[in-house]
């Protein structure tokens, strides 16, 4: 162990003082290293999966465009792009629609088409939903093939088995009654391994991984609206009766219904806020590490000894944020976990003493 | 602003992997470890009933040994008992045989005594009167009161003994 410790230090030590030489390199063409672009990049979406840059030769696998433009349906892949317009359709470059597919309409001006392109972040959704699958699915089929009450879980049931059994039990048997829990389960556990998945996969920096999944909106808006709907179409009398006619005084509610009003706009904030605060702590993290990564690039001007030193701080500090986002992987997907059980929760209250009553 | 082709394919994606794991995934864990989970709390609860029964088994076999070890001993007691009577009751009876055997013995003893003094009484008797007679016999020729004597003599004898006399 000490000795794998030993070279990993090693290894890390080499990198870290070739850095500013790579840095040099890739500054030396007396170019300014655009931070922001490259930045967004990264954090952004794109066409094809940018892998990485040996020369002047950028390494890109490139992904299926799907568009329906005002000629009809175009499908073809993102490497046409490269060379200009392809079937009237191009990237936009600044402006409105920057680095999106668009289209010129009569006018000359750009407009976007109806656009459901794999894109980077969509091929990291399959290959992240392909995990998700390929773990659960394997940890199912071993307790169909074995005895499990002869048998401890081993291989992949013993790393999942655990991991569902700490959110049923901990997450939804805590938050949901009794009787509806088996109902929720599987969306709640679902939710959680795909949040855990694609926040694990978007801090590997390499092609697999690295798309930044759950620090788009789009797909944090996808996951909230599922809460949503898992809230408010099962709710019960008892829910709604509490959002449009609650237990205070009358004149909040008769003549200007000043209550019902918050808590129908308390129906909407509580999943726009999951949705914020995922796509927020994970956006955020991937561009804490990447600005940590940009100091060795911007440090170059600034002569060796400042960009070895600021080097160093920069990796190590890189290292210290990917340990942090590795624990912010797990404790966002908990925490989404949890408040959806949470809401539901809430959804089914004062379920219990009307069953007893009756 | 979200993208409205990832929103597509996020919304597709994730309500499939949904859909794949309600119906395959999720229950089947849930299911299968909620299983083991009674299973092993019945088990639990079997093994604590047999704890219950052991305990049990042990207090009845703790009390059957108890009242064997006093049956025991109480058999032991009435056999030493027994004995004790037997002994005493032998005893008794050698006492009384062999005071019923003195007894008869002492009566033998005493007939044999009483028959043996008959004898030696006429016996002496016998030879008292002979003697008697070879005195008188000397004296009778020469008085004529020797047979008056005589005459009184065996009268007072007769009367003293008549059995004697008899035989």
């Known amino acids: 162990m000490h000795r794998v410790t030993r070279y990993l230090l090693l290894a890390l030590s080499v990198l870290m003082l070739s850095a500013p030489a790579r840095a040099a390199d890739a500054g030396k063409d007396g170019q300014q290293v655009d931070i922001k672009t490259m930045l967004f990049g990264h954090i952004g979406d794109s066409y094809e999966w940018h892998i990485t840059k040996i020369g002047d030769k950028d390494i890109v696998i490139p992904l299926p465009v799907i568009v329906h433009?005002?000629?009809?349906?175009?499908?073809f892949m993102s490497s046409k792009l490269e060379d200009g317009p392809y079937e009237g359709l191009y990237c936009a470059e600044g402006g409105k629609y920057d680095g999106k597919i668009v289209e010129k309409d009569a006018d000359g001006n750009e407009v976007r088409p109806f656009d459901i392109s794999i894109t980077k972040n969509v091929a990291g959704l399959m290959i992240n939903s392909a995990i998700v699958l390929l773990l659960v699915l394997g940890c199912a089929r071993w307790y169909r093939k074995h005895d499990v009450l002869n048998e401890a879980p081993t291989g992949i049931a013993a790393v999942i088995e655990p991991?569902?059994?700490?959110?049923?039990?901990?997450?939804?048997?805590?938050?949901?009654?009794?009787?509806?829990?088996?109902?929720?389960?599987?969306?709640?556990?679902?939710?959680?391994?795909?949040?855990?998945?694609?926040?694990?996969?978007?801090?590997?920096?390499?092609?697999?991984?690295?798309?930044?999944?759950?620090?788009?909106?789009?797909?944090?808006?996808?996951?909230?609206?599922?809460?949503?709907?898992?809230?408010?179409?099962?709710?019960?009398?008892?829910?709604?009766?509490?959002?449009?006619?609650?237990?205070?005084?009358?004149?909040?509610?008769?003549?200007?219904?000043?209550?019902?009003?918050?808590?129908?706009?308390?129906?909407?904030?509580?999943?726009?806020?999951?949705?914020?605060?995922?796509?927020?702590?994970?956006?955020?993290?991937?561009?804490?590490?990447?600005?940590?990564?940009?100091?060795?690039?911007?440090?170059?001007?600034?002569?060796p000894a400042i960009n070895g030193t600021m080097s160093f701080v920069?990796?190590?500090?890189?290292?210290f944020m990917d340990f942090l986002e590795l624990l912010v992987a797990f404790i966002q997907a908990y925490v989404f976990t949890m408040l959806s059980a949470v809401f539901i929760g809430l959804a089914h209250e004062g379920e219990g003493g009307k069953a007893s009553e009756s | 602003m979200p993208d409205t082709g990832l929103l597509f394919w996020m919304l597709v994606i994730f309500v499939t992997v949904l859909a794949v794991l309600a119906k395959w995934g999720f229950p089947v864990i849930t299911s299968m470890v909620e299983k083991r989970k009674n299973y092993i709390a019945e088990s639990l609860e079997?093994?604590?009933?047999?704890?219950?029964?052991?305990?049990?088994?042990?207090?009845?076999?703790?009390?059957?040994?108890?009242?064997?070890?006093?049956?025991?001993?109480?058999?032991?007691?009435?056999?030493a008992e027994a004995r004790n009577n037997i002994i005493r009751q032998a005893q008794e009876q050698a006492r009384d045989e062999a005071a019923k055997l003195v007894a008869e013995a002492r009566t033998q003893i005493e007939a044999e005594k009483e028959s043996a003094m008959s004898q030696i009484r006429s016996q002496v008797a016998m030879l008292s009167v002979n003697v008697a007679e070879k005195i008188i016999r000397k004296t009778l020729s020469e008085d004529k009161e020797r047979k008056e004597l005589v005459e009184k003599m065996v009268e007072e004898s007769l009367k003293l003994d008549p059995p004697a006399v008899k035989n």
């Open chain 1, 69 to 75: 433009s005002s000629t009809g349906w175009h499908c």
């Open chain 1, 163 to 303: 991991v569902v059994n700490f959110v049923y039990d901990d997450i939804i048997k805590g938050s949901i009654p009794e009787e509806h829990c088996r109902k929720y389960a599987p969306y709640l556990l679902a939710a959680f391994f795909f949040i855990l998945v694609n926040n694990l996969m978007g801090i590997i920096p390499v092609f697999p991984g690295g798309a930044n999944t759950t620090g788009n909106i789009a797909v944090t808006l996808v996951l909230a609206l599922c809460t949503f709907v898992a809230v408010n179409l099962f709710a019960n009398r008892h829910y709604w009766k509490d959002i449009f006619w609650p237990d205070v005084p009358w004149w909040l509610k008769v003549p200007v219904p000043l209550i019902p009003v918050i808590e129908l706009f308390g129906i909407f904030t509580k999943p726009f806020a999951l949705m914020i605060r995922l796509f927020a702590n994970i956006m955020a993290g991937h561009a804490i590490i990447l600005s940590f990564v940009s100091i060795v690039f911007l440090t170059v001007k600034m002569g």
């Open chain 1, 314 to 319: 920069a990796v190590f500090f890189g290292i």
């Open chain 2, 46 to 79: 079997l093994a604590k009933k047999v704890d219950e029964k052991m305990a049990a088994l042990s207090k009845e076999q703790a009390r059957i040994i108890g009242e064997a070890r006093e049956e025991q001993n109480k058999i032991l007691k009435e056999a």
